[in-house]
């Protein structure tokens, strides 16, 4: 009997949970509203401060936060539009925006946003056929890493104006340290976008205007001669192994640089008093641009979702200058607002100057749906031609081939 | 499996009862069919829902175009006939795939046998003191996490920090980026496996060598059989059965290769250590091209199959 009873109390409990969560349309202002935000990595487990300041502000609106771990998040979010079982809003990684617009899984950016508010590498990652889908949330960039102390040792020209300078320096660090001048990732999952930059800054791409691979140009047989050119020559490690990370030999004066973005500041920063003071970043070298890589994260609201329109108000939150500059407070996260660098400590710090002008000449990948597929083909023609396996003009005839197969397919 | 289930449970003894009519008969068999089914039932249910028809699905998946825009409504996927398998042969990623796994399980099955039955006689013999320990030695490998293992390998072949390397410097070797360099990756893979592996293998082993009865080792003793005569003579026979086992066991295993290379080298370097298994699942997880991955899998299937039949022939024949 008693029994009884208390399983009734958790029926009736879990569907008054039932309504409570699901049942709200439209989400009314007044209404009491629950929405659903999952989020990756660092993100997800600070995400909670953001979600209180939110519902400060809206006292209706409660935000659960649900973190993933980013070597799941990809799949679990299609997963979860193939059942039907989308959050409101999710972050997504730049490059899978493709992916779910196809899917037609997310909503589209109501006109309150403003692309101009935004850096246009990053909200360029949101667009989809004409169509704004997304809305900037961090950003990254990728700028140049070097020791200051090695370089100055070396009498290595810091930082390299041009290729010509970044290879002279690669090369006079080595004779300092002995094994290599700078540190890069032949075989990591990145390996694209550490190649990139190089293709951009010769003036080269993956596609022109109207979508047509353009990668066996001379201008991305230049930038792969270059970019093995530090292999061939012996200036990077070839054999970095899987899973180990490029500071590892920052660190112990194995070579003086390297590519990355703004996550190993932290980085090297807890590294503790062996490198300190020892290192600096500086912007791109320049060929005939210093174009970078820009990555980072989106806010999309899944058009599943019953509550809309509490899920725009959070995402615009979200996006807000102010937000922007709290949520760097809390995970250091780099605002895509602009205006968010305009004060404070993002205005006045040195490095963080470094990555704001890198920003504003940073591109990304081409929002295709098959960009992660072609972007793993285009990591092993990289490899190859690196390890010599291939030359320069074979990896590009073949990533032309494998793109003419997987960009233009529809 | 099916006496414990069908029928014998329920009677406690044979039918005496000599009034038993043809219908009471039929009447009792028809409720011990039923009560096995009863028993067979979850069994077969979760058998039937998450394994007989997830298999069914994916032959059928493999022979259409299911890819991410059929996730969200599986009507979008077309049939394609065999397209996926005409793909696959002309996709050098999978025939790398194809030729690791090969190299993987002719040398690693091979070797992984031939350790364990070695350490199984070591420790079948009266010789070998602090059996015990051995035994657990060899075996705890098989029972700790396989990628918690594939991680601390990692770290011990590094080429700047692990300790085999540390160790090659300190006797004046150079270092050895093992799992970085194209001839070397898979070696060093597969001696992890064996390393892996050789426990189990050796269990069996021994309740091989134990079943050998005494009298048949004596006898050939005292034929003047020297110690390897009569383990090539006497022992190898009599534990085919045991061998035909271990071989089809553990290449069905090795034919699925994953964990290792996932984690240790990512399927590099130059795709030098990717498996068919690995393919498949960036294909059907990573890039959700569900239809092709499917067509993997069959593959996969067919080599397991033909391996296992052959496998079987081979220690059939021979007796």
New interface residues.
């Given amino acids: 009997m008693r029994s009884m009873r208390w399983l009734a109390a958790v029926l009736a409990a879990a569907l008054l949970a039932a309504c409570g969560g699901g049942g709200d349309e439209g989400g009314g202002t007044d209404q009491p509203t629950t929405i659903t935000v999952w989020a990756m990595g660092a993100e997800g487990e600070k995400l909670n401060t953001l979600a209180t300041e939110f519902t400060r502000q809206n006292p209706s609106i409660t935000v659960r936060v649900t973190p993933i771990t980013w070597d799941v998040a990809h799949q679990k979010l299609i997963t979860s539009v193939a059942g039907r079982q989308t959050p409101d809003v999710s972050q997504l990684g730049t490059t899978w925006m493709a992916e779910f617009a196809k899917l037609g899984a997310l909503e589209e950016v109501p006109d309150s946003i403003k692309a101009a508010d935004f850096f246009e590498g990053a909200w360029n990652t949101n667009v989809v056929e004409g169509k704004a889908i997304g809305v900037p949330w961090y950003v990254e960039t990728r700028v140049l890493y070097y020791r200051t102390d090695l370089a100055s040792k070396a009498g290595a020209k810091m930082p390299p104006a041009s290729w010509q300078e970044l290879q002279d320096a690669a090369t006079k660090i080595k004779k300092v340290t002995g094994k290599y001048g700078i540190g890069m990732l032949p075989n990591a999952a990145g390996t694209w976008q550490e190649f990139m930059p190089f293709v951009w800054q010769n003036g080269g791409d993956v596609v022109d205007a109207s979508g047509n691979p353009t990668l066996n140009s001379p201008q991305v047989v230049e930038a792969l001669e270059q970019y093995t050119a530090f292999y061939k020559q012996g200036l990077a490690p070839k054999n970095a192994t899987q899973g180990f990370a490029v500071e590892s030999g920052f660190v112990a004066g194995d070579y003086g640089m390297f590519f990355s973005g703004p996550w190993h500041v932290g980085i090297l920063n807890d590294t503790g008093k062996r490198i300190e003071g020892k290192w600096a970043i500086a912007p791109m070298p320049r060929e005939q641009a210093g174009t970078s890589f820009v990555g980072g994260s989106n806010l999309v609201v899944f058009n599943a979702s019953n509550n809309k329109d509490a899920a725009w108000k959070f995402v615009e939150f979200a996006a807000r200058p102010e937000t922007q500059a709290l949520w760097y407070k809390t995970v250091a996260d780099l605002p895509a607002n602009k205006a968010a660098w305009d004060s404070g400590e993002l205005a006045a710090q040195e490095d963080l100057k470094v990555f704001r002008a890198q920003l504003d000449d940073a591109k990304s990948a081409p929002s295709v749906a098959t960009w992660e597929q072609f972007a793993a083909k285009m990591n092993d023609q990289i490899e190859r031609a690196a390890l010599g396996r291939s030359t320069p003009q074979e990896a590009a005839a073949a990533m032309q081939q494998d793109a003419q197969g997987l960009l233009l397919q529809k | 499996m099916d006496r414990q289930t069908a029928g014998e449970l329920p009677l406690a003894a044979p039918p005496r009862v000599t009034t038993a009519t043809a219908g009471a008969r039929r009447w009792r068999s028809l409720r011990e069919a039923l009560t096995g089914y009863g028993f067979a039932a979850p069994y077969l249910l979760l058998f039937t829902v998450f394994l007989a028809a997830p298999i069914v699905a994916s032959l059928v998946i493999s022979f259409t175009d299911f890819s ?2 059929a ?2 409504d599986p009507a979008d996927a077309r049939f394609v006939g065999l397209q996926n398998y005409r793909d696959l042969a002309a996709d050098e ?1 999978f025939r790398s795939a194809a030729v690791n796994t090969a190299y993987f399980v002719a040398a690693g099955v091979p070797l992984t046998m031939a350790a364990g039955l070695a350490a199984a006689v070591g420790l079948n013999s009266q010789v070998v003191r602090f059996r015990a320990l051995f035994r657990v030695g060899y075996y705890t490998p098989v029972v700790m996490s396989i990628v918690a293992i594939a991680v601390v390998w ?1 770290y011990l ?5 692990g300790l085999l390397n540390n160790a090659l410097e300190a006797v004046g070797l150079p270092r050895v ?1 093992w ?4 001839g070397l990756a898979m070696p060093s893979i597969i001696l992890i496996a064996v390393w892996r592996n050789l426990g189990f293998a050796m269990v069996i082993f021994l309740a091989g060598l134990q079943g050998i009865p005494q009298e048949t080792s004596e006898a050939a003793r005292i034929d003047g059989a020297g110690r390897w005569q009569e383990f090539r003579h006497v022992t190898l026979p009599l534990l085919r059965p045991t061998l035909a086992f271990v071989a089809v066991v553990t290449s069905a295993g090795y034919l699925q290769l994953f964990e290792e290379p996932f ?4 399927g ?4 030098r250590t990717i498996s068919v298994a690995m393919h498949m699942y ?1 294909q059907g ?5 569900l239809g092709y991955a499917g067509a993997i899998a069959y593959v996969l299937f067919v080599a397991i199959l033909v391996l296992t039949v052959l496998q079987l022939r081979l220690f059939r024949s021979a007796t």
């Fill in positions: 991410l825009g996730i969200d990623k990692r072949l590094d080429v700047d920090v980026a799992l970085s360099t194209p984690v240790m080298t990512g590099g370097p130059v795709d960036e997880f990573g890039f959700f091209n």
